[in-house]
């Protein structure tokens, strides 16, 4: 067998808690996972790895984020209240003056961020409201430039409101013909209720005739009036959405009264939606009209979990109008994910750990995802021995994998104490 593999990764610890695993890889796919050993003798000594228990992962996967926004911090001015608000002001006043290049190059220069830290899926939002499209044309030649090593999933997203902004109809349409692949909305941002419930049918209508996804923003704000979720849920089920649909945010679900929040649950479920919260986001945008006490604003993770209902998280926002901070870590996504909603039970962190890994690639309907047989050979192998560990450590990746390629390292993080007595290594693991 050992001829016939590309690659093999030996002493894997999985994040399901099995040890001493062998992986297999051969044409881009993991051929086996198994605690059997697997000859070695003919494999070339560079296409054989010793993970020493370490812990090798799927890829992590960001659900939600604005890639034509990133790295622009700070132009035109950076964000003086911190808000959401003056946020999609900066980014109007920046529009007009975005080229062609510009835009690419910062794209390119995330996506390799992202695969220095092993996140090798992503899904992010474009912005149709400018009538060029021109960050739709830019993420859609970056999409092909880096299909070999990561999934660019884009999102037809209209900033300044499906309704609000005259030509959005148009333009979301023109976006899809040109080859984005999912439906996104802002009903939370339309004139009035009614037109941000009639923006969630429409867009719903939209992707039932043409077969695509959708992915809303939807009610992010501290209003708990702002019931959006509930009409997409609604129109998922009637148009048999089921499962294609995703709500973002969510942030007025911290701020609704229990007993509505029960029912609506309830509908959600039927209606099987992903939801996707963005911790980092969240945490700094909402509550900003509050004085004390004043709210988290991330949406109810842990009893969505409990209703059955798939939560992935999202990075949102990097170095951008609304955001000024980040390097692509999807591990601190979750760190900020845990903390937020106080998701501390061993179960509760490796679902958090789920959130930036299977749950994500269920919202997003990749396939072939995981460290199984036949899964696509993609992975990472962190220094720490497992999920909670890499949660605590957020440490280095030391391999990323991608269709059995090696495509990124990094060193070990190792510190030298030296307190007169000679060096002591450690590396924050504790065995
Ligand atoms: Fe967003």
Redesign the pocket.
Known sequence: MAAMLDYLIINASLVDGREAMNIAIRDSKIVEVTDQAIATSELPDDCLYDAKGQLVTAPFIDS?F?MDATLSLGKPRLNQSGTLLEGIQIWNELKPNLTFDAIKQRALKICHWAIGQGTLAIRS?VDICDDALLAVQVLLEVKKEMAPWLDLQLVAFPQDGYYRYKNSVDNLKRALDMGVDVIGGIPHFERTMADGSHSVRSLCELAAERGLMVDM?CD?SDDPLSRHIESLAYETQRLGLQGRVTG??LTSMHSMDNYYVSKLMALMAEAQLNVVA?PL?NITLQGRHDSYPKRRGMTRVKELNARGINVAY?H??IMDPWYSLGSYDMLDVAHMGLHVAQMTGVAEMQSTYAAITHNAAKALNLSNYGIAKGCNADLVVLQAKDSINALRLRPPRLIVMRRGQVISTASPNISEVNLGNGVVSIDFNLS
């Open positions: 939600h604005h939002h923003h992010e973002s945010h963005n986001i999202g949102d926002c």
